[in-house]
């Protein structure tokens, strides 16, 4: 009965305090777990770097979501704010399967949109984790249309 009672106290340990050498000993691995909450948002989150190289082959729907406006990212698509991203879903591909860019001005509304997106049914969300200042603080520029 004393093993029963280590193992929930054990994985609470593990939880609130991260890896550790109880990863193997009980059978959870902390990362896989982390990778799994990550994996289950249903959208990626991707880095400026990723986004510069993206833009060079552009094949994706790429969109403003920050509200209210300030600046863009040239290639910008469209500007939909980020929380009337389900009632424009008309100003989106009607493919659930195609690519979609979110970014915003410091990520959070973007994280919001995809994850919406994801909800409603769209299969290859992501967004720019840290934004627009982000993307200006690595030396790239926004613009104002």
Request: glycine fraction near 8%; charged fraction near 15%; charge should be neutral.
């Amino acid at each position: 009965m004393t093993g029963f009672l280590l193992a929930p106290t054990a994985i609470a340990t593990q939880i609130m305090l991260g890896p550790s050498i109880l990863d193997g000993a009980i059978g959870f691995s902390y990362p896989a777990a982390l990778a799994a909450e990550q994996n289950s948002s249903g959208f990626q989150t991707i880095t400026g770097e990723q986004l510069s190289q993206m833009l060079l082959r552009k094949d994706f729907f790429f969109v403003n979501v920050h509200i209210p406006y300030a600046g863009q990212i040239d290639g910008t698509d469209a500007f939909i704010p980020y929380d009337k991203i389900a009632q424009n879903l008309d100003k989106l591909p009607a493919d659930k399967r195609a690519k979609i860019v979110l970014y915003c001005r410091s990520g959070r509304m973007s994280e919001i949109a995809a994850e919406q997106l994801s909800k409603l049914g769209y299969l290859h969300v992501s967004h720019l984790s840290g934004g627009m200042i982000a993307w200006q603080a690595s030396g790239r520029a926004l613009t104002e249309h």
